[in-house]
């Protein structure tokens, strides 16, 4: 088993609209701003392929089976962005993610959540290992986010785990506003979305 793990720089600063600290007041009645990240942006120069591949619902710790936003302020507390979710929960905002992205850049005949009747050629397991904002301490130098998921390809001919891989992908930011670490999410999800897709092609 191997692993990529790339180290981004993203400076993305304070003051932006429609952005909360994370230090602010909020209540249970406040309505939570909601956020999504983006897929890979389509590769038209990639022809379609001949396999089918089923992305199967990721599966995480219990602290990420939630649409709130993770935050870890120790490695041993953790809690979640005030004023703010995701689209939906973080498993299934990464199962999107997967699928989209890997639509979008071709390569395979089809790519389904389901398997829609028809016997896939490969499933794709994820395991989300890390899915955060990082705060330790008050020293904002040391404040970073941290993607880290495990794929596993399963070829459905014969049963066999065809390859196993992590990718692994954190970015520095300057500001621990909503904008700012959404953004710095949105930077280490796209690296490890590039990694992992050229990883599914390379073993289907």
Request: charged content about 15%; proline content about 4%.
């Amino acid at each position: 088993m191997h692993s990529r793990r790339k180290f981004l720089s993203l400076a993305v600063f304070a003051g932006l609209p429609g952005c909360g600290a994370l230090s602010a007041v909020t209540t249970a009645s406040d309505p939570l701003d909601t956020y999504t990240l983006s897929p890979l942006q389509a590769a038209p120069s990639r022809a379609g392929g001949n396999g089918h591949l089923v992305v199967e619902l990721p599966t995480s710790g219990g602290e990420l089976a939630t649409d709130r936003i993770l935050i870890k302020v120790s490695s041993r507390q953790a809690e979640y962005l005030p004023g703010a979710r995701w689209s939906e929960p973080a498993t299934a905002m990464v199962q999107t993610l997967l699928v989209n992205s890997l639509l979008n850049q071709g390569g395979l005949r089809l790519v389904s959540r389901v398997g829609a009747g028809l016997m896939p050629d490969f499933t794709l397991m994820t395991e989300i290992l890390a899915f955060q904002a990082e705060l330790f301490g008050t020293n904002l130098a040391s404040a970073k986010v941290h993607v880290s998921v495990q794929l596993t390809l399963i070829r459905e001919a014969d049963r066999a785990i065809a390859g196993t891989q992590r990718f692994e992908s954190t970015a520095t930011v300057l500001s621990d506003t909503t904008a700012s670490l959404v953004a710095g999410l949105d930077a280490a999800m796209q690296s490890v979305l590039g990694d992992a897709v050229a990883w599914v092609h390379e073993v289907t």
